[in-house]
């Protein structure tokens, strides 16, 4: 479960207080979830406090749970205008080390379970960055470290460096992956199945979009998250067949199209796990049941058809060779 609509603000998206916050994790919990994904840059601070409150809350045991939090993003205002406080964004080793500090914190807990960078920085060594988080994962604060929005050829450089200094490599990615959105399947996809390294989903439902709200012809809906954050990009008009046609096997099957596109990106070889994220409960029941869907193959391959990428060199290619 995501926990990036926990607080106030974050372009839109964050809008739930401490009670709305503590239902979901709740829910998620009875639901079977136990494993539990923010960032410190999600409203500065306020999702780590307000998820790290409901565990609290509800009596967690926190060996019960696995929690995920990022570092890169600006902790200021200054940071992110990029007019001062350098030193509140970015992979440097004095602010990875100060933000896990803040993030064990702000989440009430001795140990972050997978510490994740959030994204690449051009400006710092990458050599320090790994050291870094290496240097946490062996002081117990930090189990694991993973990385998210990289480039195949970064998390290879990366994991090369860790290997050579003998440090912790990144263990998993975390990567935008949707119906709508297959990019991953042309490098990253199979460089981490190849390399071993866990999947993890965001943006299942592209922002929304893969939900039933948006569709051709119509105006968004009053109050949605695109009409504020049109985000992650999307070919709308493709993306509309690939929904009508979720709209067609939903009703044939007696589901949603939530539960179905979530449930397709888990048949997906290499994805180790979908990241949720909800505003209201009902959103977050609809999204539990998606582990229950069964396909048949014909229903699997008219989606995967639809909603082909665009088949680019050098994988065109590369096919051609697996043929001879």
């Given amino acids: 479960m995501g926990a990036m609509t926990f607080g106030k603000g974050f372009y839109g998206i964050g809008e739930l207080e401490q009670e709305g916050s503590t239902k979901l994790v709740k829910r998620a919990l009875d639901g079977g979830i136990n494993f539990f994904d923010t960032a410190d840059i999600y409203c500065r601070g306020q999702s780590e406090q307000l998820l790290g409150q409901a565990f609290k809350d509800l009596g967690v045991h926190r060996d019960e749970l696995v929690i995920a939090t990022k570092v890169r993003g600006p902790m200021s205002d200054a940071a992110a205008s990029g007019t001062g406080d350098m030193n509140n964004v970015g992979l440097s080793r004095k602010h990875i080390i100060a933000s896990c500090e803040a993030s064990l914190q702000r989440l009430g807990t001795d140990h972050i379970d997978l510490y994740q960078i959030h994204g690449w920085d051009e400006l710092t060594p990458l050599d320090e960055t790994m050291r870094a988080l290496d240097?946490?994962?062996?002081?117990?604060?930090?189990?694991?470290?993973?990385?998210?929005?990289?480039?195949?050829?970064?998390?290879?450089?990366?994991?090369?460096?860790?290997?050579?200094?003998?440090?912790?490599?990144?263990?998993?990615?975390?990567?935008?992956?949707?119906?709508?959105?297959?990019?991953?399947?042309?490098?990253?996809?199979?460089?981490?199945?190849?390399?071993?390294?866990g999947v993890m989903v965001w943006s299942p439902l592209a922002g929304g979009f893969v939900t039933g709200k948006y569709r051709r012809g119509q105006d968004s809906p009053e109050g949605s998250r695109r009409t504020t954050f049109?985000?992650?990009?999307?070919?709308?008009?493709?993306?509309?067949?690939?929904?009508?046609?979720?709209?067609?096997?939903?009703?044939?099957?007696?589901?949603?199209?939530?539960?179905?596109?979530?449930?397709?990106?888990?048949?997906?070889?290499?994805?180790?796990?979908?990241?949720?994220?909800?505003?209201?409960?009902?959103?977050?029941?609809?999204?539990?049941?998606?582990?229950?869907?069964?396909?048949?193959?014909?229903?699997?391959?008219?989606?995967?058809?639809?909603?082909?990428?665009?088949?680019?060199?050098?994988?065109?290619?590369?096919?051609?060779?697996?043929?001879?």
């Fill in 230 to 324: 049109d985000f992650p990009p999307v070919d709308r008009e493709r993306g509309y067949d690939i929904i009508e046609l979720l709209d067609a096997l939903a009703k044939e099957k007696d589901s949603t199209i939530p539960r179905l596109a979530l449930s397709w990106l888990l048949q997906q070889a290499g994805v180790s796990t979908l990241i949720v994220g909800a505003k209201k409960l009902e959103q977050l029941e609809d999204n539990l049941a998606a582990v229950d869907v069964t396909w048949t193959d014909e229903e699997l391959e008219r989606l995967a058809a639809a909603s082909a990428p665009p088949n680019l060199y050098p994988y065109w290619m590369l096919a051609n060779f697996k043929r001879t």
């Fill in 135 to 197: 240097d946490l994962v062996r002081s117990g604060k930090v189990r694991y470290i993973g990385c998210s929005n990289l480039a195949a050829w970064q998390v290879i450089t990366a994991n090369g460096i860790a290997k050579a200094a003998g440090g912790a490599p990144f263990v998993s990615l975390q990567a935008y992956y949707s119906l709508v959105g297959r990019d991953l399947e042309l490098d990253l996809l199979p460089m981490c199945r190849h390399h071993g390294v």
